[in-house]
């Protein structure tokens, strides 16, 4: 008889301790939400473009943040570069462990108001066979081609450190 209590509050624990952790989740999820804050300007933007240094006949990828400020939404159709055989807008996903370049031939969408980051391991334009080393402190040109902004030409700086 006696054991029916500890036994109760056994099953009680648990799942407290669950809607303690999820609530722990939750708050620190809202914490970082901040950082997504709408940004301002006029115009599409580039910001803090970068590429990975690499020898002539090698593969390398751009890096680089789309700012959308405007009330539309807008869709990057194509990468052009001059110093790749082959230019693409990619996107690395892990396809139950395993990482594939997805080519993104229907472009990728840059929603009004908001910020579309380009990073290692995720969205990358896709310099393939260059024609030309990619050394550092050097810089080169990109031009992307959006459908509501147009063409929008960055000189991608190749930083001393990978
Ligand atoms: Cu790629």
Excluded at 43 to 68: D, M, W
Aim: net charge negative; hydrophobic share 45%; aromatic share 4%.
């Amino acid at each position: 008889m006696h054991w029916h209590l500890p036994n109760a509050h056994g099953n009680h624990l648990p799942a407290r301790l669950l809607l303690l952790l999820s609530s722990i989740l939750l708050l620190s999820a809202c914490a970082a939400l901040p950082t997504q804050t709408a940004p301002t300007g006029d115009a599409v933007r580039i910001e803090n473009p970068t590429a990975r240094p690499a020898t002539a006949g090698q593969n390398s990828a751009a890096y680089f943040t789309i700012v959308n400020p405007t009330g539309k939404d807008d869709l990057l159709l194509t990468a052009a570069s001059s110093v790749a055989m082959a230019t693409e807008v990619h996107e690395t996903q892990n396809d139950n462990g395993v990482m594939r370049m997805i080519h993104q031939a229907d472009g990728v969408a840059v929603p009004a108001q908001s910020t579309v980051e380009f990073v290692p391991g995720g969205k990358h334009v896709m310099l393939m066979n260059l024609r030309q080393d990619l050394a550092t402190g050097q810089s080169f040109t990109v031009t992307l081609s959006f459908e509501k902004a147009g063409e929008i030409e960055i000189a991608v700086p190749v930083p001393n450190t990978q």
